[in-house]
């Protein structure tokens, strides 16, 4: 008990509550709990982790996977029995039956938990599964309990009919200072990980194994990534990406693992840039583990690599709008297509033909309109067009005369292929619709390529 | 806690009376208190099929959690010590929400019966024909006379679903309509309109006897009145047990139900069914002292006006009993060898966990600061918009014009601001619209799927909620409460 409290740190209420209300192997388990709290608040590793300390017989159900009634009911009754037997089991009557046979064979009134992991997904069944869930206990002779875990909270789950109350647990999130001492305790993981990667020589080690280093690194790391994310996981990985370049200066002898200052100084820009990269863990592969050959045969050659790789990893929507390599007018089609979707087409005119001076007023009352609505193209999504004007836009902004060819038009089919433009790919001249799916980094990265300006031609941007 | 064996007596007896507790409040489903009159209509019908042969149907109403099943419990309980139940009729219990259609409801009627074997592999062409032929096995006995049948079905309402043929009510009330055998059909529902989902020649069948039970009925005087009777009820422990456990033992069933000389002291606490009892024998250790300590600081409970405060929270919040049990298994979960008595402000803290859960503030203020300013970026974006739905383009428009006029707050890249949008999506604090007939979608003919930064959200979450996590968010920085409090940037 010690022992986990020490574990699982900050959640000393709730394993209190777990512990109070699943009590000692002899009394009587509550009928059923219910446990919410936001993502990563350590909702299943408190439950998994107080049910293995009590030591007694449960089934933990994965709700995802188990995305049936008939391999939710078969994982309980082959998770109690103590071999692993073939079950068959199609309905909750199957389901009850096979409860009581264990309980006259072997299990008595031994405590039984059924843990309902992820438990939102039974919404997608029958909401009759989990009404009888929550009255198991009445429905069968046993001393069971089950426990639903999930991040919805208890509204979330409307019972038409009804169904029996559960005990109710909240998990609330970490604050910046649980969040410190969580993963504070992952000090010596990080140090491990980060000595795989680098030849360190003791003297130095030494000085990266001190606490003082990693709680100075943790309180920089939180000051830049608690206000977007709360999220445990999520910190937990990126603190570790983090504190590898925060040692690296130290490893390489450049900047004192003493000098505090510096090393925030050399940190705070990689932490801000980095933030880009939460969630998304794109440098999971490469910057983690550095292939140790390249690592002896040209030391001063890593934070070139590490710079680069990080500027490639910013610019990743434009890397991969220009991975595409389109053909030039199919790169001007896209485009056509992106204006086409997010101007209006009354307005076509105004901004594709070369004079408009007449308009201007009118233009000003519109824009006036548009500030007071806020309701701008670009905020809406895109609009469909259709196919001449698809053409009348490419011809206005493709400086030189080109002739429509079956070329072209193939080419329009490729974009809908590759999934840039939605509609149809046949092509019908008159009645073919379409739609540009891709956003303004994309198109801008395009666009940047033949050397177009997107935004003046944008209604919005004017 | 982790079963440390102590031979400290303090410890041994708070274990005793905890697991005592424990029991009575969760295990005990047929100690049955309140609604007399309706009890003695269960009985009566009962008793009735079963000692004179008669045929009855009802219908028992009631909320979630008002015992209808406990009352039905102890009431079979009662009738198996008055006459030979096993022997003289068969009681079957379905319950809508296991016994989900026809087929699985017969082959539960037929285990239940015990007829499997007589069934075998037989073949029936239709529903009737299956039950008829159940009846004919069940009339072997000398007089040819069919044993006397208690049909009890919980959920009653999902009996006659919608998409379910009545052919099982149908065929029961037919019994019962015409004495084919005796037979008592009770239906167990919380929906007051059930008669209405009765099929026609279902509902000329049934008797239309409906027995209600309303959970604060039958109470005189303030309504927590109620609830400080059932605290003391239940948490006081039967002095007398110990002395009569041995006892007991020895003697045939019916006595112990005369044995009221043992309990005359003690009549107000209804001590645990004989049937758990036997199961937990430990639970004779408990020391008489030690237990009249107990319930004098039980009663003393009861008296202190605090508890009363509370249990009349309580009480305006809800007259479910079972939720009432909820708080006193929490509160008795509580106790340990370092705090062998209840303690008020417990039972408080449970019951204003349970009045006012407040878990959508919770989790609002388990938001990330840039989640919290996205909620709060839509309710603005919401109220200007008289509740129109928005998309993350439009919420991060406005969200943007907050941190550009702000320069303390630290810039964040696009994908993660996408990346908290979707994280609001999953914790259900905005609900994608689903219908299509807003302005926006009209022209949308070519595609139906929309790009995610164009879908359109609704807040799932009561303004009031945003306003109190706001106000009560630990370290919030003061240009956020501040952007929230003057509305429109
Ligand atoms: N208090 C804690 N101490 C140590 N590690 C923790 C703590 N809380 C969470 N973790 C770690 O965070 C990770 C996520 O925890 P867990 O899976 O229990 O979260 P969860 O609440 O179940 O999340 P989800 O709702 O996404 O299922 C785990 O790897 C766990 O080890
Ligand atoms: N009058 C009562 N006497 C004793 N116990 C009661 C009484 N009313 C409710 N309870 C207790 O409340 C809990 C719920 O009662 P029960 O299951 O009988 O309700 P129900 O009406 O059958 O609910 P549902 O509609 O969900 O089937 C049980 O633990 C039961 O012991
Ligand atoms: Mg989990
Ligand atoms: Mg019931």
Redesign the pocket.
């Known amino acids: 008990m010690e022992q986990l409290q020490n574990k699982v740190p900050c959640r000393e209420e709730q394993l209190n509550d777990l512990f109070n209300l699943l009590g000692d192997g002899d009394e009587c388990l509550p009928?059923s709990i219910f446990i919410s709290g936001s993502m990563a608040t350590g909702k299943t590793l408190c439950v998994n982790s107080v049910l293995r300390c009590l030591n007694y017989k449960h089934v933990i159900i994965d709700c995802i996977e188990c995305y049936t009634p008939k391999i939710i009911f078969e994982t309980i009754l082959s998770g109690l029995e103590d071999e692993e037997i073939e079950v068959k089991c199609e309905t909750l009557m199957d389901l009850v039956n096979g409860l009581n046979r264990l309980q006259e064979t072997r299990l008595g009134y031994d405590p039984i938990v059924l843990v309902f992991d992820r438990a939102e997904r039974l919404r997608n069944l029958d909401a009759n599964i989990m009404s009888a869930f929550l009255?198991l206990r009445?429905l069968c002779n046993l001393n069971i309990c089950c426990i639903f875990v999930t991040h919805l909270i208890y509204e979330n789950f409307n019972f038409r009919r009804?169904?029996?109350e559960p005990i109710k647990l909240y998990f609330s999130n970490y604050n910046k200072e649980e969040l410190f001492r969580i993963i504070f305790l992952q000090q010596k993981p990080f140090i491990h990980h980060l000595l795989v990667s680098y030849e360190v020589d003791n003297e130095i080690k030494g000085e990266l194994e001190k606490p003082e280093l990693f709680a100075n690194f943790l309180n920089a790391f939180l000051s830049v990534f608690y206000r977007p994310c709360r999220d445990l996981i999520e910190l937990q990985h990126m603190a570790c990406v983090n504190f590898i370049k925060y040692c690296e200066p130290i490893i390489k002898n450049e900047i004192s693992a003493t000098d505090l200052t510096k090393l925030w100084r050399h940190i705070s820009p990689i932490l801000k840039s980095s933030l880009e990269l939460l969630y998304l863990r794109i440098s999971d592969a490469k910057s983690v583990k550095p292939s140790p050959g390249k690592e002896n045969s040209d030391t001063d050659s890593t934070p070139h690599n590490f710079e680069n790789m990080l500027k490639e990893e910013l610019t990743s929507t434009k890397t991969f709008a220009q991975s595409f390599e389109l053909p030039y007018y199919a790169k001007f089609l896209l485009i056509a297509a992106y204006l086409a979707s997010y101007n209006s087409p009354m307005e076509d005119k105004r901004l594709f033909m070369k004079n408009h001076g007449k308009q201007r007023k009118r233009l000003q009352q519109i824009k006036a309109k548009a500030k007071i609505s806020e309701k701008l193209n670009t905020q809406l999504g895109p609009k469909v067009f259709t196919l001449h004007r698809l053409l009348a836009i490419f011809y206005a902004i493709l400086e030189e005369k080109i002739g429509l060819t079956s070329n072209l038009l193939a080419q329009i089919a490729t974009l809908v292929e590759l999934k840039l433009i939605a509609g149809s790919k046949e092509i019908d001249l008159d009645t073919a619709k379409y739609k540009c799916i891709v956003g303004y980094d994309f198109i801008a990265a395009v666009a940047q390529t033949v050397g177009f300006n997107v935004r003046k031609y944008l209604y919005d941007f004017m | 806690m982790c079963g440390l064996q102590t031979e400290n007596p303090l410890e041994v007896q708070i274990k005793l009376i905890r697991k005592y507790l424990k029991l009575k409040?969760?295990a005990?489903?047929e100690?049955?208190?309140?609604?007399p009159q309706e009890r003695n209509h269960v009985y009566d019908l009962f008793k009735r099929t079963v000692a004179h042969g008669e045929s009855h149907s009802a219908l028992m109403i009631?909320?979630?959690?008002?015992?209808?099943?406990?009352?039905?419990?102890?009431v079979l309980q009662q009738i198996s010590k008055e006459v030979d139940l096993s022997n003289d009729a068969l009681v079957i219990r379905l319950n809508g929400l296991i016994h989900s259609d026809d087929k699985i409801s017969l082959k539960s009627i037929t285990a239940q019966m015990q007829l499997e074997n007589a069934v075998g592999d037989r073949v029936f062409g239709t529903f009737a024909e299956n039950l008829a032929f159940l009846l004919s096995c069940l009339q072997s006995g000398a007089d040819r006379r069919c044993k006397s049948m208690l049909f009890i079905l919980?959920?009653f309402d999902m009996f006659c679903h919608v998409g379910r043929t009545q052919t099982l009510l149908y065929n029961l009330f037919d019994i019962t309509h015409s004495a084919q055998a005796p037979m008592c059909v009770l239906g167990?529902?919380?929906r007051i309109d059930v008669v209405e989902l009765l099929e026609k020649r279902v509902k000329s069948r049934f008797s239309h006897r409906h027995i209600f039970?309303f959970?604060n009925e039958d109470s005189e005087g303030a309504p927590h009145a109620k609830y400080r009777d059932r605290l003391v009820n239940t948490l006081c422990l039967p002095r007398t047990k110990t002395v009569a456990t041995p006892k007991k033992k020895g003697r045939s069933r019916k006595s112990t139900v005369t044995s009221e000389d043992l309990m005359e002291i003690d009549q107000e606490t209804t001590s645990l069914p004989d049937s758990i009892l036997s199961r937990h024998t430990d639970l004779q250790n408990l020391d008489q002292e030690f237990l009249q300590d107990w319930n004098a600081h039980v009663t003393g409970l009861a008296e202190e006006q605090k508890v009363l405060d509370c249990l009349e929270k309580l009480c305006y919040y809800t007259v479910?009993?079972?939720i009432?049990?909820n708080v006193l298994f929490e509160l008795v979960s509580k106790l340990s060898v370092n705090k062998p008595y209840i303690d008020v402000s417990d039972l408080s803290a449970i019951i204003d966990k349970t009045v006012a859960p407040e878990h959508r503030v919770k989790l609002l203020q388990s938001l990330s600061i840039l989640e919290l300013s996205l909620v709060i970026a839509m309710k603005h974006g919401m109220e200007i918009f008289d509740g129109e739905p928005m998309n993350f383009e439009m919420v991060l428009h406005r969200y943007t014009k907050f941190s550009n006029s702000n320069s303390s707050t630290q810039t964040v890249p696009r994908p993660v601001i996408l990346k908290a949008f979707e994280h609001l999506q999953e914790l259900e604090i905005i609900m994608p619209v689903r219908t299509t007939d807003s302005i926006y979608n009209t022209t949308d003919t070519t595609a139906s799927r929309v790009q995610k930064e164009y879908k359109l959200f609704t807040l799932a979450i009561p303004s009031d909620d945003i306003s109190e996590a706001v106000k009560n968010f630990k370290a919030l920085p003061t240009e956020i409460s501040h952007w929230y409090n003057n509305s429109v940037v």
């Not at chain 2, 100690?31 to 609604?35: C, K, L, P, R």
């Open positions: 009928c009255k009445e009804g169904a029996r | 409040i969760m005990d489903n100690s049955f208190h309140g609604h009631g909320p979630r959690g008002s015992g209808k099943t406990t009352l039905i419990n102890s919980e959920e167990v529902t919380n039970i959970p479910n009993e079972q009432f049990r």
